[in-house]
């Protein structure tokens, strides 16, 4: 799937994610982020959002005082996230290209957004730009599906219904290629009739190995990770894992 594309499902996906996934997850993940992100920030620090989606998190930080940048390469997911959290500045820009000065303290990207690279060339891309824009001594936090995640969640099918809307999802993943992919078709009710869409989110699994050393390649030097339900206590993140990692002093 090019970036095009991509992009172009989310900006056609984003009112149903605001809806169904935009507050609920990150509102868990943001547990994680209090325990292992927050308190390693000073008063005020300036922290970039990356892959911000709908600006849950982001209004949360604000909430807690910090200067915060959200980045997200869909439009109209960004149309959610400034509304939703007004004291935060938002770029759209695509996490593979973006080119930011060292002035973050701290950079967060959370609900697997980093698995839609869908190359280690892409996912190396964003590595380095984060560490470009990273302060010395900065933190990265990011969690990423790792395979057990993709099994027990992609390989699915369900559908939303409520009176305006109906959103059918269908998902698969192959061992093989290591892809995992949503087939998505919504409904809107428009008067008497119903508007379709339709919109494809694919998704790459990236063993932690494999994750640790593009983090090494892009400059990062210490570097660790939990798993979110054994370690963590998010018993429906079944397979995501949180990893740290820090810029260098």
């Not at 892959?51 to 149309?79: H, I, N, P």
């Not at 099918?157 to 290591?178: K, M, P, W």
Request: with cysteine.
């Amino acid at each position: 799937m090019s970036k095009q594309e991509t992009y172009a499902s989310y900006d056609t996906f984003a009112r149903i994610y605001d809806l169904h996934w935009g507050s609920e997850v990150p509102a868990q993940i943001m547990t994680v982020i209090d325990k292992l992100f927050v308190p390693q920030m000073t008063a005020g620090a300036r922290i970039l959002d990356l892959c911000c989606g709908t600006g849950y998190t982001a209004k949360e930080l604000t909430e807690r005082g910090f200067a915060v940048t959200g980045l997200d390469a869909s439009e109209e997911m960004l149309a959610f996230a400034r509304r939703h959290a007004p004291a935060a500045s938002f770029i759209q820009a695509d996490a593979r290209s973006f080119k930011m000065m060292p002035i973050y303290q701290g950079v967060l990207s959370t609900f697997d957004s980093l698995n839609h690279m869908m190359t280690m060339e892409g996912l190396l891309m964003v590595f380095r730009n984060v560490h470009r824009a990273l302060q010395a001594g900065g933190l990265f936090l990011f969690d990423m599906n790792m395979e057990k995640a993709f099994l027990a969640h992609w390989a699915d099918y369900y559908a939303i219904v409520e009176a305006e809307d109906v959103c059918v999802l269908r998902g698969t993943y192959s061992r093989e290629q290591r892809m995992a992919r949503y087939d998505i078709t919504m409904f809107r009710r428009r008067g008497k009739n119903w508007q379709r869409t339709d919109a494809v989110i694919s998704e790459r699994y990236y063993p932690s190995k494999e994750i640790r050393r593009a983090l090494l390649a892009a400059g990062f030097k210490e570097i660790s990770s939990l798993d979110a339900e054994k370690e963590l206590g998010l018993s429906e993140h079944t397979g995501r894992r949180f990893f740290l990692a820090r810029k260098s002093e």
